[in-house]
C-alpha cells in the first residue's frame, strides 16, 4: 500500500464513488489513448478520480 495509515478513510469521503481507485483503472484509460480507438482524441485532460472534480 502507497497510502500511509489512515488516509485512505480520510480520502473516501471526499470521493463521490466512495473509493480510492486502483492502478487498474488508470492503466485501462491509458491504453485506450495508445490504441486506434482513441485516433481521433486530441488535447484532452482526463480526470481519473473517481468525480472527486467535475
Not at 495509515?5 to 486502483?22: F, N, S, V
Amino acid at each position: 500500500d502507497i497510502l500511509s495509515p489512515g488516509t485512505e478513510e480520510r480520502l473516501q469521503p471526499l470521493i463521490p464513488m466512495g473509493r480510492i481507485g486502483e492502478p487498474e483503472e488508470v492503466a485501462r484509460v491509458a491504453y485506450f489513448l495508445c490504441s486506434d480507438a482513441a485516433s481521433y482524441v486530441t488535447g484532452q485532460e482526463l480526470a481519473i478520480n473517481g468525480g472527486q472534480t467535475l
